[in-house]
Every structure is written in C-alpha cells, then in structure tokens.
C-alpha cells in the first residue's frame, strides 16, 4: 500500500482484482488478502482510500463528464422539469437544493441522480446521458462487489456477506436505493465568493460505500485526525469512502469520515466548473442495519429509512416548497444554532409586550409579600408537587453554590394553584401570556422535526398536553424573582441561579432589562443580553437524548452584577419549560444507545429531587 506525499489517503493497487480479470473468481488469492488487509487498514483509520489499476475504462468516465455536462449548461426552467425528491430518487437538484451542512449559506452545485438503466433521464435534453451512464454503471458494480467481498474477509465474515445485501444494486430504487450521481460544481463569480458558500458543505456519507471519480479541479477535502487535508484527484484513480451504514455494521471499527468541497483560492480556479461522479453505494432497502458484534452501539434500523431520514433532513427546504420558505428557514437556522450554541433568540414571534408585562407586573406584586404569606403557597407538598412557591435557596441548581438568591413561582396549568387572595391578577396575566407560547412551543417543535428529517408532528405529538396539568404534562409556567441584594449578601459561592442544564425539551425565556444570564460555549461563559421584543431559547436534557447529543442542552447561570445599581435593582424573568408528556420515552432517535430510555416524568422528578431542599 502506497502513500500519498501531499495527504494522508493511502493507494492501493488492485492488480489482478481490477476489472482487467474479467472473472473474480480467477483472482489470486495472495492478492484478494493483501487488498482485504489494505482496506481494512485504511477504512480503519482515514475512512478513504485510492484506488489504481481498478480497471474502469477512462474513456466511459470522460464520455458521462461530457454528456452531463450537456445537460448542466441548460436553462434552469428546463432543468427544473426534472427535478428529484425523496421518494421519487431519480432527478435534478440544483443549487442549494440539498443543504449537508446547515452553517452553509449556500451550497453552490448541481447534480442529476439515477437508481436503475430504467429510471428518470433527460433523454428529451440531453439524449446521449442515458446511454453514457449506462455504460459507465455496470463495471461501477462489479467493482463494488469485488470491494465488498474483500470488506468481508477482512471482518472475518463469509465472503459474500456483504455483497449478498446489496443484490439490487442499481437495477430499482424500489429494492435498492444506490445512486449514481453525476455532479456539476458551476463557475463562481467574485460575489459567489462569500463567507458561508461552499461548493458542498461538511457531511459524511449515508450508505456502505461510495466510488468516486474527480475531474482535475480538486477542491474536496476530508476530516481527520482534526484537521483538513486536501483529497487532491490522482489521474487514473477511483476515491472510495465508506458510510454510515458501514460504521454502524462494524461498530465503528470502520469510520465514515466526514469531508467538504471547498471554494479555491485561486480565481482561476473559482471561474471554472468542477465535475465529478459519485457511486452512492446502499445496502437493499429491507436489510436491517445493526452492530455485526452484538455490542449495542447503534440501533437496528433499516437502510430505506435511514437514507430517507438523511435526504429530508438535508432537503427540508427543497421538496415540494420553494428555497427558503418561512418554515424552511426557520428549522434551517434552528438546527444551527441547537447544534452548536443551543441557545437562540427569536424575534417577530408575535407575542404581545404588554401581556409579558403585565406578569411581570402581576408576580412582582405577589413576591413583595411577607415570607410568612409566600410559604402559605410553598411547592412541593405531598398534594401539590408542581405548582405554588419556591424561595430563596430552596433550589440549589449548582451544589458548589452557597446561597442561590430567587424566587419563584410555578404552575401547570389554567386551574392549577394560584395565589388569588394575596395576588389577585396573578391567575389572569399568566393564562393569557401561557397559551401563546404554547402554541409558538408547538410551531418550533414541528420545525425542529422537520430539521432533523422528521415526521412534523413527531415533537408535539408527544408534547399534547403542554400546560394542561401535571397529571399529564409537567410543562411549568414559572415566574421568577431575584430580590435586591445587600452587601452582606455578597460573598463567594452566593448566586442568582448556579450553572445547570435544563431538563426537559425546551424552554422559552422573556427576560427584563437587567441581564446577568450567561451561557456556557466553548468553555467561555458568554453574556446572553436582554433583547427588547425578543425571547430566549434553549433545549433541555430530553432533547439532547432524543437527537444523541446532535442538540445541545447548554449550561447556564445567572450571577451576581458586579455593578452597585444593579445589585440593588430586582430581576425578573418568565421561564416556559417545556416538558414531554409524562408517559413518553425518550431515547435516541439514531438507535445509538448514547443515552438509556428513560420516561420524561421519571427523569423530571429525579432532577428535582437532586435540587429542592
């Protein structure tokens, strides 16, 4: 096995296991073990490999670079008629039509998709594509099955064991979803040139195995070992990287490595179009995906479900709605911001000032009472765990804290406990505020779901009883209070609120104008300032487990100002935290058994049983 000086994808020589040995079986088998051997080496570690002497005639892959790229320098309108989706696989997908990376601002390619000789060509447009793919895809299997058989040899398997999964390959998407794509990465022009465009943004692979054949341009590049390095075209050679199916049969053992297509530096390079031609490898639609060693990692989960959960998540905004919709964009930028910070503010969300107002209003009046009159409706209580009070230093969230100075007040739903002789307007500012982020709750659920290439209503189905009582829902409406502080107050390990994660699925927050809240990113604690008209939200516990640690429940806090005037100054904030139905299990969704099942009102009592004195 050869390695490459300018990177560290290995080349390995097929010699007589090319296409050049029409028969497989006459393949010597010192060269079938050195290849399976060479593979398992390099699948092991980088994830890609090169591949020369493999056989597949030249003249093919310059003839589909052509006659697609005939169909490529067409009108968009014409292009369009052949447009491709989720069910119906075979098509076109222009520009931005499938967004792999969701930081991208724009992924600037194009590219046509078949599953069979039978399926959806140009042929009215472009009539030589048809029969340039057709010819090119028949040696593209038959090396796939010779790469295959050596895979399993090198798992210790039978040697057909992989290759007998794959028995419709290329011959009908309603069997097997293989691809072969012809890709076309137009010029760019100085404009297109912009922070956020990629050619093709950050991804790894969704099927077994993909072949890749590259023009001269260059441009892709792979993820490994922390680092980017270049995946420059060898003249003569075939690219093949693996999947995720791959990496869920072998346990991880065997690594789907995530890579890119850059925009190049040089202006000449920008100003010219790239092709390439990608053999997207799937196992038969029906075979069922589980961990070849028994170990758990990954959940059983069968290849046309998973390949379609990958294709709406990457074309949430492209099928069947037009580039940037409303609902697009939004679990677009959601999806963003969730896998990263885990924090975000909305705004235009349509929620009156004046009703978040008039809570703040209405609470304040209740948490200038006596003590002795705020105990009375003390949280907790053998009949009454989720709503009423909750004062200072009753819930430590942070156990390295001293003191956490708030206060709080807690419901679960319109008739739940309220303090109606001590605060009177109390009851009705809430229940006119908590139906409105109810249903702006139930609008961010279902773009979260489409985000991750979910059904709609996967999220709210399982949020129904949202604000409708603790017997079903734990949704709390909380207002909260953090008093005035004397000096004496002041001392180290005393706090607003300690650093902690929320538990459940969401939270919206509305906050005044005195700040103190801080996230924790990067292993910085960042201020999250108040934003007039704007409401803060964060993802808790629940949904980290649901999506495999993809979402991120960010810790936070709220400190203490430094400030003289604002440490004199109250604070007050209304917290919607989202609670899953009590009775659904959460667990991840990918099958990797990251985090146990766990039911959401038993993981709810177990946090609060963990912080309230």
Not at 498 to 508: E, K, Q
Request: net charge negative.
């Amino acid at each position: 096995m050869e390695q490459n000086t300018d990177v560290v994808i290995p080349i390995i020589d097929l010699d007589t296991l090319g296409l050049q040995t029409a028969d497989v079986e006459n393949v010597d088998q010192i060269t079938i073990d050195r290849v399976s051997r060479e593979l398992d080496s390099a699948f092991s570690t980088v994830g890609f490999v090169y591949l020369k002497n493999h056989g597949v005639n030249q003249q093919l892959v310059d003839n589909l670079f052509q006659r697609s790229k005939s169909f490529f320098h067409l009108p968009d309108p014409i292009k369009e008629t052949y447009r491709c989706g989720v069910d119906n696989c075979d098509g076109y997908t222009g520009r931005d039509g499938e967004i792999l990376d969701t930081s991208a601002r724009h992924e600037i390619r194009e590219s046509y998709d078949v599953a069979s000789p039978d399926g959806l060509y140009p042929d009215e447009h472009a009539p030589e594509f048809r029969q340039a793919v057709n010819d090119l895809a028949p040696p593209m299997c038959e090396l796939t099955f010779r790469l295959l058989r050596c895979m399993s040899l090198a798992l210790g398997l039978d040697k057909e064991f992989f290759g007998e999964r794959h028995n419709f390959m290329f011959k009908a998407a309603e069997k097997n979803r293989t691809i072969f794509r012809t890709l076309y990465y137009p010029s760019l022009a100085d404009t297109e040139t912009l922070a956020g465009v990629v050619r093709c943004g950050l991804h790894s692979d969704y099927g077994t195995i993909t072949l890749l054949l590259q023009d001269d341009m260059g441009g892709l590049e792979i993820l490994t070992q922390g680092k980017w390095f270049p995946a420059k075209p060898i003249p003569g050679t075939i690219m093949i990287n693996l999947g995720d199916m791959m990496q869920f049969w072998t346990s991880d053992r065997y690594v789907a490595t995530v890579h890119r297509v850059v925009v190049p530096e040089e202006e000449i390079r920008r100003r010219t179009p790239r092709q390439s031609i990608a053999f997207f490898v799937h196992p038969d639609n029906d075979v069922m995906i589980a961990p070849l060693d028994g170990s758990g990692k990954h959940q059983p989960v069968d290849a046309l479900t998973y390949v379609k959960s990958r294709l709406i998540a990457s074309r949430i905004h492209y099928l069947g709605r037009p580039w940037e919709s409303t609902i697009d964009r939004v679990a677009i930028e959601l999806h963003s911001a969730f896998s990263t910070v885990g924090f975000v503010y909305l705004k235009n969300h349509g929620i009156e000032q004046v009703k978040v107002d008039n809570v703040f209003r209405a609470s304040q009046s209740f948490f200038q009472l006596p003590d002795a009159v705020k105990d009375e409706y003390r949280c907790g209580q053998p009949d009454n765990e989720s709503d009423g009070y909750t004062g200072k230093d009753q819930e430590i969230l942070d156990v390295s804290s001293l003191h956490e100075i708030r206060e709080a007040y807690d419901v679960a739903s319109p008739d739940g406990v309220y303090p109606d002789e001590h605060a009177p307007e109390f009851r009705k500012a809430i229940n006119e505020l908590a139906p409105e982020l109810r249903e702006l709750t139930i609008r961010l659920l279902k773009c979260m779901a489409l985000a991750l290439g979910l059904e709609e209503d996967f999220f709210s189905s399982r949020h129904q009883y949202i604000f409708h009582g603790a017997d079903k829902n734990r949704t709390i409406f909380r207002s909260l209070y953090y008093p005035t502080l004397a000096d004496t107050d002041i001392q180290p390990g005393v706090v607003r609120c300690g650093a902690h994660s929320d538990y459940g699925a969401i939270t919206l927050l509305l906050q005044d104008d005195m700040g103190g809240l801080e996230v924790l990113s990067r292993g910085e604690w960042i201020p999250a300032i108040p934003i007039r008209g704007t409401i803060l939200i964060n993802l808790g516990d629940l949904m980290q487990f649901w999506t495999s640690d993809r979402y991120v429940a960010t810790v936070h806090r709220v400190l203490v100002p430094e400030e003289e005037i604002r440490r004199r100054s109250t604070r007050q904030s209304i917290a919607f935290f989202v609670h899953a139905d009590n009775g659904v299990m959460i667990s991840p969704l990918d099958g990797s058994k990251k985090h146990l099942p766990v039911e959401a009102l038993a993981y709810l009592k177990s946090r609060i049983s963990a912080t309230y004195k």
